[in-house]
């Protein structure tokens, strides 16, 4: 297991922990929560306090993933992470923690990181690390354009539905790092698209344009789940990017929705990186 250092979103020196606060050779001081994370958000293109996802939307994401109809792909990526020995991973855009405190159940040997854009989520992650006594996490408020870790340190990042940045993963993976990438696969949530739209589509393939990485494997993970209850529904859907981009009308046909069988489809592809 190996430990990273945070760097100073300010001057990019190592910081130092102590009792209460991360501190640089600089003095630029950063204050450790009552919950043991740290906010490295600076206000260079960001409102610290109102970046990311909401407490609503947490509560959304967290109600529908602890239900466990995406267990399956944590897992898999768990297995993965495991299959490759990897000492320290950064979970970059980790949302409310689910995922990342599922890799560290599973791969007890790593030491987590999770980094995202929300306090409100980082919150989170920490009640999950508290309640689920897992002690091989640590969290941080920060941007995955900014990741607060110096140079060619980590042995792996994981992407989950996140942001995908080809400069600074290689900036901050060691030589041969792996970078794990998970999007939607053409059929994720079809049949939920199908309740909303009257014309639904398959989700495009992403591309990065990781011109610094090499693809090592790519694989679908796909499996149908049943959804009974109008609110898991909503949950569902109000995590998705369809949730701010479906009209008033046609989100209302959710409403009446209490069971409904969905496709869950998942690209997993794994990166080497050759800087």
């Not at 922990?17 to 740290?38: L, M, N, T, W």
């Not at 610290?48 to 407490?55: E, I, K, N, R, V």
């Amino acid at each position: 297991m190996t430990e990273l250092a945070y760097v100073c979103p300010v001057c990019g020196r190592v910081m130092k922990r102590e009792e209460r606060r991360y501190v640089c050779p600089q003095g630029h001081s950063f204050d450790i929560a009552r919950k043991g994370y740290v906010n490295l958000l600076t206000t260079l293109g960001h409102n610290p306090a109102t970046a990311g996802d909401d407490t609503v939307m947490v509560r959304a994401r967290t109600e529908f993933l602890d239900s466990g109809h995406y267990g399956r792909l944590a897992e898999r990526v768990g297995e993965i992470i495991l299959a490759h020995r990897l000492s320290s991973v950064i979970d970059s855009g980790c949302g409310e923690g689910y995922y990342t405190c599922v890799y560290a159940k599973h791969c007890p040997e790593t030491r987590f990181y999770g980094i995202d854009i929300s306090k409100a989520a980082v919150n989170h992650c920490m009640t999950r690390v508290h309640t689920g006594n897992t002690v091989n996490c640590s969290f941080a408020v920060a941007s995955s354009f900014g990741l607060p870790f110096e140079d060619h340190s980590a042995d792996g990042i994981v992407s989950t539905f996140a942001p995908v940045d080809d400069r600074e993963y290689s900036r901050v993976l060691k030589n041969g790092g792996v970078l794990i990438v998970v999007s939607p696969s053409p059929r994720h949530l079809y049949e939920l698209k199908e309740a909303v739209y009257d014309r639904p589509y398959e989700n495009r393939p992403n591309s990065y344009g990781l011109s610094d990485f090499d693809e090592e494997s790519s694989e679908i993970l796909e499996y149908e789940t049943e959804l009974d209850s109008q609110k898991l529904i909503f949950d569902l859907f109000s995590m998705t990017p369809y949730f701010y981009k479906t009209s008033a009308r046609d989100t209302e046909k959710l409403r009446g929705l209490e069971r409904l069988r969905v496709t869950c489809g998942f690209c997993i592809q794994v990166y080497r990186n050759r800087i």
